[in-house]
């Protein structure tokens, strides 16, 4: 009797039962084994992931490299084109389309409207003697050199004073004041001036009260936080209807384009004694920006803030707006974001080469056309026909390789879950095709959320969900103002006193407030020229 007998009997069937078992056993390992390699393989891209974040370069500059990125939709380009803006390295908001000056030592030089002050220097009276003939030398010009100078904050206490009158003769008439002027904050210290400061310094600045405090201090007042939190409030609660006023204009927009991002809020019934909250932004297109706080991120965020809007939502793949797209029963349609499906294949770069590189190649060249629209300044209809005539082609080529590449990867590897996103949103991402006025990206929502982004980094948290909604009032002002090249101090000390006196918000947006003061320069200029 062998040993294999001895182990599993002589009787067939149980022979045939055991090898049953041990081929299941056997697939059951095989197939263990194969989530062990992948999820071994994307530990490893992981960490490759996370080791380029903290030593690697942060942009996703493509490079060419012989044999990459010349597939028959990669039209090839004259000269080497810089990648395009994606999600992570969106122009900053403030200096977007802004032409760099010359630097003179490092120094930006200085803007022609801030103020000059000239201190002249004069040769001593015995050296303006001339030398050969003894006679006084003639000025016949200067020599000017600029320095820029710095004056520090100053903090100066306003008097309103009333004077009081009464009748001698009638003290029984009593005493007559003038009536206190309208201030933001009826029985407060602080002067619109101070307020708009507060604001702007946390808000654009992202400096938290406790340093604003810490800085009112060097200049000899303290103010505690619990106050300057107060002043916060009541400018948040001035300016709501603000919001509200810029809120319709958005609704009115052919176009909005949307994200979130997530925030921390204090909660003292949740685990660590925080909680996740999230800050929707839409940006429409005549330059504006709402935020909108929601304890989660659930599809009734977008829903009720968009309400009955109709017409293009330009947003990432999030499965919340998916509802409300079905919802919007074809009246509200999806536009996708290119950057999102380019950072996608360039992340897949280390694991797919080839095929990863093609497709940023492609989608690059999408770019160039979006570049070339920008600099020609086209308008929709011409920016359409160049899309149709360029982009189109492209895109058309593009869609059977992606699906014959789709069959190549692991679904959950990085170049398949690149492939699936594109092709999941592949009516969504050549929407743009259709309509001049749409753009390729996401990235105007992603811009305006970056002052969040760099802000949380520093306040850490909101203190309370009404926190949380104060927050997303003020982020809409300077939102606002950054997109309409407004000055926020000066838009907010000016509004803050206006509100204070019963204008009407829907007049104060920045959009309207930008247009009034040209319209009043324009008229004084007019004036003055007659």
Not at 280 to 295: C, I, M, P, R
Not at 370 to 396: F, M, N, V, Y
Not at 486 to 510: F, H, I, M, N, S
């Amino acid at each position: 009797m062998t040993a294999t007998s001895e182990v599993l009997g002589d009787d067939p069937v149980q022979l045939r039962a055991r090898i049953g078992e041990l081929a299941t056993d056997l697939a059951k390992e095989r197939q263990e084994k194969a989530k062990l390699l992948e999820t071994n393989e994307q530990l490893k891209l992981l960490v490759a992931q996370f080791r380029h974040m903290i030593h690697g370069r942060r942009s996703e500059r493509f490079v060419d490299q012989p044999g990459q990125g010349k597939l028959a939709f990669a039209v090839e380009e004259a000269s080497p084109m810089p990648a395009p803006p994606h999600v992570g390295e969106a122009p900053d908001e403030e200096h977007e389309g802004e032409q760099k000056p010359p630097r003179t030592r490092g120094v930006r030089r200085q803007r022609s409207d801030l103020p000059r002050v000239r201190t002249v220097i004069e040769l001593p009276e015995a050296e303006r003697m001339c030398g050969c003939c003894k006679l006084p030398m003639q000025p016949i010009g200067e020599t000017v050199t600029e320095e820029l100078d710095y004056q520090p904050a100053v903090l100066q206490v306003r008097e309103i004073v009333r004077i009081k009158y009464a009748c001698k003769a009638h003290e029984e008439a009593g005493v007559a004041v003038p009536a206190m002027p309208a201030r933001p904050i009826a029985k407060g210290v602080a002067g619109p001036s101070l307020i708009a400061q507060v604001v702007v310094s946390k808000y654009k600045d992202h400096l938290p009260l406790y340093r604003q405090n810490k800085i009112f201090a060097r200049f000899g007042v303290d103010i505690p936080e619990s106050t300057l939190c107060d002043w916060i409030k009541d400018a948040a609660h001035l300016l709501m209807l603000v919001v509200a006023a810029i809120r319709l204009s958005i609704l009115r927009s052919c176009c909005i384009n949307s994200d979130d991002t997530g925030i921390l809020v204090q909660d003292k019934t949740q685990q660590g004694g925080s909680k996740k909250s999230f800050l929707w932004v839409y940006v429409g297109d005549q330059g504006e920006v709402v935020f909108d706080f929601t304890a989660g991120r659930t599809r009734d965020g977008p829903r009720n803030w968009l309400g009955d809007f109709r017409g293009y939502l330009q947003a990432d793949a999030y499965s919340g707006y998916d509802a409300v797209f079905r919802e919007g029963k074809g009246g509200l349609v999806e536009v996708g974001c290119m950057a999102h499906a380019r950072r996608k294949f360039f992340e897949s770069i280390p694991t797919a080469k080839q095929a990863a590189t093609d497709a940023v190649a492609a989608i690059r060249v999408l770019y160039a056309v979006e570049r070339e629209a920008k600099e020609l300044g086209l308008a929709p209809d011409q920016l359409k026909a160049l899309r149709q005539e360029r982009s189109k082609p492209i895109l058309e080529q593009m869609l059977p390789w992606l699906n014959a590449q789709k069959s190549v990867f692991l679904p959950k590897s990085p170049m398949g879950k690149a492939i699936g996103y594109a092709l999941n949103q592949w009516a969504a991402l050549i929407c743009y095709l259709d309509d001049g006025r749409l753009s390729i990206d996401n990235n105007a929502a992603e811009r305006a959320l970056r002052p969040v982004a760099v802000g949380r980094k520093n306040w850490l948290f909101a203190g309370s969900a009404e926190g949380g909604k104060r927050a997303a009032v003020l982020y809409s002002i300077i939102g606002s103002c950054a997109l309409q090249d407004v000055e926020p101090w000066a838009y907010l000390k000016d509004v803050l006193q206006r509100l204070a006196e019963g204008e009407k918000p829907e007049t104060l947006t920045p959009r309207l407030w930008k247009a009034a003061r040209q319209t009043v320069t324009v008229t004084a200029g007019a004036v003055t020229a007659n």
